[in-house]
């Protein structure tokens, strides 16, 4: 126990320099950019004199290195600032649209995970079997395909032409009690399955799109995994011991790959959350990505800076996360 | 002497980039109940081969049979059922001592977890009382108890400090030589009645191997189980084993009791074998020539390139085998000291 | 010359390296003889109204666009913004890339755990989300697309040669050649370069693919080259309103975009296999 507490401190140090560097590079490209912010904002009927008084008034006209130290100060205070586009506080802004890409990045997570490893398996199992050959057509499309294009095509196939699905959104008509912002848990939790149902529909193609180079990769590194470990001299003592084989292959086999799958797991967070700025793009998804690109577009510099801290922070913990989880996988690590 | 294991003329061939390797050549092999037999040749000989072939656990694809028998206990195993060698022989009458004990254990579940799993489908109780059909299927709790019982039981008798401690470590806790206990243990424990034991020991310090083996032959002789013991090395061969075999290049060369085998070789090749072990005048006295490809082998016996006796005869057909003595075998055209008038 | 040979004979046996090699030698084609191969070259800048959106035909192979443009045509042109992007990115991330990372793994002071520590803050976010951050504020443009994407993608490279750096360091060799006397930098040209070859072509393989999906999704996102650039990406952000009727104007540049990228990998695992075997098993890190 201790031991994992010490290691969350020594990564927790190790990536506090790094996003503090990501937060340097991040203010000097919203501060030194061509087109000027202040600008922007005041609108093009203003004049350089109110232009200038909104620049003071928003602290602009400062030195760099001072306004950076006062983003950093104001940022332990937990004050993200205020969006320069919406006028509300960035954090509120952020929290309102996170449990949408939440919930959609974790559906698609879990799609990917329940039915990459098993498939995996089944593919290292029945080598160069139909299943592995359709399988490995999958994995290497689900990477050469661009996520937004598989989006629309298959709101093509299953929205317009099909009606199966809705085309994009997160729901009609009123959401469920807000006891988590997850649609699918607070319909479930107030027993609304109406809605549940709505949800799950609203769902399936942006976390069928987002899972889709996911589950490729995970198919494929399982694969790679289970080959692996088959080759291992004790999965041959197994065998010259009549075990039997499924027991071999779900208990002992799969269990020495999903050490290094889990690895992946954090990998897959960085392709899931990519994903889901073009996604919800896509699908008019009312998440945190859309909030990021859209504050770009209109280049709202807070909302980007508020952005990049949360981002930043999200991989540092899902980074400690992966690694706490994997010595927690290892018992070797544990022991030693 | 109603013989255990009957392996005949079996023919076995490895896929390499260079065409198939033939490195079992109409291989002929007894083993008698209760015997230790040890399996002697240089590396690549193709002992492992041999061992694997009659546990049926050559590497798919790889490697294919291309002829020959393999009985045991009156039947082929080659041309049984697969599903039932694996359920009746595979671990139950015929186990396995791997070379590497280390890697021969997972080493993510606890070494008690391993051997339970064995035990809920080969120890002698499963056997008797009907197995679980399917992974999933029930372990009875008094077959359980039993089962643990008899681990705990052999654990002492394998000299592991505190066994029900020892059960719930994990593999990497345990010494190179405990680890190899532990394996003996398993291998013992379904009451086999062949142990195929693949250089159990040279994985292992010196210091410690002689004391493995010495644990191993008293165990089997204790509970009349035979051993197909495999080694480069022709010291622990001939303190342990009962019959001693010798191996060259895929075909079995000569086959003799221990003292005989160390007394009177008649093979060439097993007496330049025994002569290149290091005596106490420090001379070497190695081989000349070199290990044959087994892609292509020369014809008849395989050592007649390197042999000192060799005829024309040696290079077009190989001997078939022939008895000096009572089990005394040997595989050669002329044959050192043979005595006068024997044959088969 | 001779491990050239030995090298291309291998690849010649992968049948899915050889069908990656045929689709980035058809996208070639495509862009080099682009003039040649359209039905109608000049729709790159010319407007037809009149003959908008019209399926596919003898006349018009791919349909129409919004403007009565021939799509075939424009895609053979896309293509040469496609490989241009490709090339010039991936190769700038290269030149950037490996020298940080020959450096870093070379020496081990202060100054190698400051280099890698700033390609990590590149690695740290989405390289969509920065590579939009960047194209963004400099203004949507072919160049400031390549640029965007050369200065996210360096660090790919540096990491690559930083760990095979040193990995080679702790090799025999190389202790043995210094206590010759070679100079520092010697070895590094002489010795450790040869071996970093591999994983650089490797990545570079996988890194135009992943270039141009990026590329493509900052086209998409409206943020690539302006009209009337015929750019993949951009097409398909286009053709959206028109659906479902005009479906040939949003598959046929994502089609065209899944087989280029699909080359691209294929040839990329293909290499891998040939050209970094069981010798040397390292963890395949994720592909990007």
Known sequence: MLRLLALALHRLLWFVPTLLGLLVVTFVISRVVPSDPVALVAGETATPAQVETLRHQLGYDRPLPVQFVDYLARLARGDMGVSLFTRRPILDDLAHRLPATIELTVVAMLVSVLAGIPLGVLSALWRNSLLDHALRVLTVSGLAIAGFWLGIMLQLLFSMRLGWTPLNGRLPGFPPSNLTGLYLVDAALTWDWATFGAALRHLALPAATLAFPALATLVRFTRAGVLDVMQSNFVLYERAMGLPRPLIVWKYILRSALTSTVTQIGLLFGILLAGAVVTEAVFDWPGIGTYAVSSIVRSDYNAIMGFTVWAGAIFIVVNLLVDLAHTLVDPRERAT | MAELLAVRELRVDFATDRGPAQVLDAINLDIAAGEVVGLVGESGCGKTTLARAIMGVLPEGAARIRGGEVRFRGTDLLKQDPAVVNERVRGQAITFIPQDPFTSFSPLFPVGTQIMDLMKWKSPRARDAGRPSSIFGRYPRERHKADREAVLEILRAVQIPEPAHALRRLPHEFSGGQRQRLMIAMALLPQPDLVIADEPTTALDVTIQAQILRLLRALVKERGVSVLFTTHDLGTAHELCDRVVVMYAGQEMEAAPTDAFFGRPAHPYTRRLLASVPGPDGVIRDIPGEVPSLVTPPAGCRFHPRCDHATAECGVERPAPRMLAEGHVVRCHHPVDAPAGAGE | ?288
């Open chain 3, 1 to 288: 010359m001779r491990t050239l040979w030995f090298v291309v004979a291998r690849l010649a046996r992968d049948r899915s390296a050889l069908i990656g090699l045929v689709l980035i030698a058809l996208l070639v084609l495509a862009a080099l003889l682009a003039p040649l191969l359209a039905t109608h070259p000049d729709d790159v800048f010319e407007l037809h109204p009149s003959e908008r959106l019209r399926a596919p035909s003898g006349a018009h192979w791919l349909g129409t666009d919004r403007m009565g443009a021939d799509v075939y045509s424009r895609l053979l042109f896309g293509a040469r913004i496609t490989i241009l992007i490709g090339l010039i990115a991936v190769g700038a991330s290269l030149i950037i890339g490996v020298p940080i990372g020959l450096v870093a793994g070379h020496h081990h002071g202060w100054a190698s755990d400051l280099l890698m520590r700033v390609s990590d803050i590149f690695l740290a976010v989405p390289q969509v989300v920065l590579a939009i951050a960047i194209a963004q504020t400099l203004g949507p443009s072919l160049p400031n697309v390549i640029l965007a994407l050369s200065v996210t993608y360096w660090p790919w490279f540096a990491r690559v040669v930083y760990a095979e750096t040193r990995a080679l360091q702790k090799e025999v060799f190389v202790e043995s050649t210094t206590a010759l006397g070679a100079s520092p930098w010697r070895l590094t040209v002489l010795h450790v370069l040869p071996n970093i070859a591999s994983p650089i072509i490797v990545r570079a393989s996988i890194g135009m693919g992943f270039t141009i999906l990026t590329a493509a999704a900052l086209g998409f996102l409206g943020l690539g080259p302006p009209p009337p650039t015929p750019e993949w990406g951009r097409t398909i952000a286009e053709s959206r309103e028109f659906l479902p009727d005009a479906w040939w104007y949003a598959a046929a540049p994502g089609l065209a975009i899944f087989l280029t990228v699909m080359g691209f990998n294929l040839l990329g695992d293909g290499l891998r296999d040939v050209l970094d075997p069981r010798l040397r098993r390292r963890v395949r890190t994720g592909d990007g």
